[in-house]
């Protein structure tokens, strides 16, 4: 079993920058592909980052040059960084993790972009 726990969401200006962080305890030895999703209010969930075992990563255009993943294998944690934000980016942050075994998802952290 896997839990994710994510920080790092708050209240940013536009054009600012935040990183969100997502935390994995249990066995992440299965997990195959990490991503970032969002959900606005009335909006379906997107995806707005992923990166595969091998690092291959992908974003929508949307977010392609201000959004960044990445991940820090020791600490079994996955970062978002996210620059140069605007209103229209601002949602519930969720982080997953899919493994051969189970799909995991992380509580989601609140991210608000306004002035």
């Known amino acids: 079993q896997v839990q994710l726990v994510e920080s790092g969401g708050g209240l940013v200006q536009p054009g600012g920058s935040l990183r969100l962080s997502c935390a994995a305890s249990?066995?992440?030895?299965?997990?195959?592909?990490m991503g970032w999703y969002r959900q606005a209010p009335g909006k379906q969930r997107e995806l707005v980052a992923g990166m595969t075992r091998g690092s291959s990563t992908n974003y929508p255009d949307s977010v392609k040059g201000r959004f960044t993943i990445s991940r820090d294998n020791a600490k079994k944690t996955v970062y978002l960084q996210m620059n140069s934000l605007k209103p229209e980016d601002t949602a519930v942050y969720y982080c997953?993790?899919?493994?051969?075994?189970?799909?995991?998802w992380g509580q989601g952290t609140q991210v608000t972009v306004s002035s």
């Open positions: 997953n993790m899919a493994s051969s075994v189970g799909d995991y």
């Open positions: 249990g066995s992440i030895f299965s997990i195959y592909f």
